[in-house]
């Protein structure tokens, strides 16, 4: 056990699978007492199990991201049972992708609701708490997709870009309260929200290995680590940046693959 988040009360959203689940167990692993949100108890639970097994400290609290009451309750029981809020981590998200033109105007809705509005409720919620404590830091995963675009991506991009911006905001006006916010952008990870979608691609995991410099699909880990670095008081001067941990995806501007084609001529 480490002890670099020791005694942060640290809520993580989504956190019954992939980047959420492995940013739980690497949390509790550094000291901090997890709050595991999901929607999904059973996936909750899992991850509080793995936890409770590691000898860490963490409870589930069911609740839907994008239900602004239930995103005020998560957080009222978080700190009437823990007695404080440090960490506000809001990662639960995703999409798969879809042509823009066919995107039926329900999905886009659950899109924005999903990726943008729970982002929103869950940070002003937490806002009021850390602003009374004057202290706090606030983490949300964004998105490539909300860097760049990415095809048939585009409300989703949206959504994340927005993600972008919030957390930009957030710094610039609660810095004077002790609040931090930072944004992580994944890149494509191997997380079952992502390995479930990349099944459907022919070919799929090998093209998308081949676009990423460091030759591999992110693990969750890879955005864990990320996450208690941000979180620690390492990171005490890091506000409002959004860190991409995708293998160097975003540093590349898109070029005909030239590599070994050099004319001898
Ligand atoms: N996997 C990737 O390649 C990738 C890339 C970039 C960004 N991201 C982002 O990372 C975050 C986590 O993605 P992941 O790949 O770990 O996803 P995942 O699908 O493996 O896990 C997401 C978890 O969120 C939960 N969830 C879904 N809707 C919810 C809701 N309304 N309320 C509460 N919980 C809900 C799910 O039950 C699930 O346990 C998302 O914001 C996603 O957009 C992922």
Avoid: C
Avoid at 113 to 142: E, P
Avoid at 164 to 182: E, F, H, K, P, Q
């Amino acid at each position: 056990m480490g002890e670099r988040l020791a005694g942060r009360i640290s809520i993580i959203t989504g956190a019954g699978s992939g980047i959420g689940a492995a940013s739980a167990r690497l949390f509790a692993a550094q000291g901090a007492r997890v709050v595991v949100n999901d929607i999904d108890a059973d996936a909750a639970a899992a991850t509080v199990d793995a936890i409770a097994k590691s000898g860490g400290d963490a409870v589930a609290h069911v609740a839907d991201v994008t239900n602004p009451e239930a995103m005020d309750a998560l957080i009222a029981r978080t700190v009437r049972d823990l007695g404080r809020l440090d960490v506000f981590f809001a990662n639960a998200g995703g999409a798969v992708p879809e042509p823009t033109e066919k995107v039926a105007l329900a999905e886009y809705r659950r899109l924005i609701a999903l990726n943008l509005d729970s982002v929103f409720y869950g940070t002003q919620s937490a806002l009021r708490v850390m602003m009374a404590q004057r202290k706090g830091v606030i983490l949300m995963t964004t998105s490539g997709a909300g860097l760049r675009a990415v095809r048939h991506l585009a409300v989703y991009g949206m959504a994340k870009a927005g993600v972008i911006s919030l957390a930009r905001s957030i710094a610039a006006d609660y810095g004077r309260y002790g609040i931090r916010a930072n944004a992580i952008s994944p890149g494509p990870m191997a997380t079952p929200g992502f390995l479930g979608w990349l099944a459907t691609v022919r070919d799929g995991l090998r093209r998308f290995e081949a676009q990423v410099p460091i030759g591999r699909l992110g693990t969750p880990e890879d955005i864990a680590h990320a996450a208690v670095f941000l979180a620690s008081d390492e990171a005490s001067f890091v506000n409002g940046v959004t860190l991409p941990v995708d293998g160097g995806v975003h540093a590349v501007f898109a070029s005909p693959a030239v590599d070994g084609a050099a004319r001898s001529d």
